[in-house]
């Protein structure tokens, strides 16, 4: 099960850190990931890490701005959200993907979801 937090409404420019905690399964195998769905847009890809090979992905729409950082020890991880822009908004879903990251940002390949949290950047 995962279970996320942290979402909620922030200025455009201004700042936002997301977290995921994972129960059930040990995350240190696994590729850890952000997707986000906007209404009548198919859920992408944000950031995804798995430090146990060394992959990692950011989608070009959030390079230099948004960085994922997991936390084996307390089964969790972050997506730190700086400088978001109105186009940011969305409702940000964690998952974890017992494969490398080039596969693990493919919906269809995630082994366990998130419900989702609302984020709302205001211009």
């Known amino acids: 099960q995962l279970v996320e937090s942290g979402g909620g409404l922030v200025e455009a420019g201004g700042s936002l850190r997301l977290s995921c905690e994972a129960s059930g399964f040990s995350i240190g195998e696994y590729a850890v990931g952000w997707f986000r769905r906007v209404p009548g847009k198919e859920r992408e890809a944000v950031s995804c890490?798995?430090?146990?090979?060394?992959?990692?992905y950011s989608a070009d729409s959030v390079k230099g701005r948004f960085t994922i950082s997991p936390d084996n020890a307390k089964n969790t991880w972050y997506l730190q959200m700086n400088n978001v822009e109105p186009e940011d908004t969305a409702v940000y879903y964690c998952?974890?993907?017992?494969?490398?990251?080039?596969?693990?940002?493919?919906?269809?390949?995630?082994?366990?979801w998130g419900s989702g949290t609302q984020v709302t950047v205001s211009s």
């Open positions: 998952a974890a993907t017992l494969v490398q990251c080039d596969i693990a940002i493919i919906p269809g390949a995630v082994d366990v």
């Open positions: 890490s798995r430090p146990v090979d060394g992959t990692s």
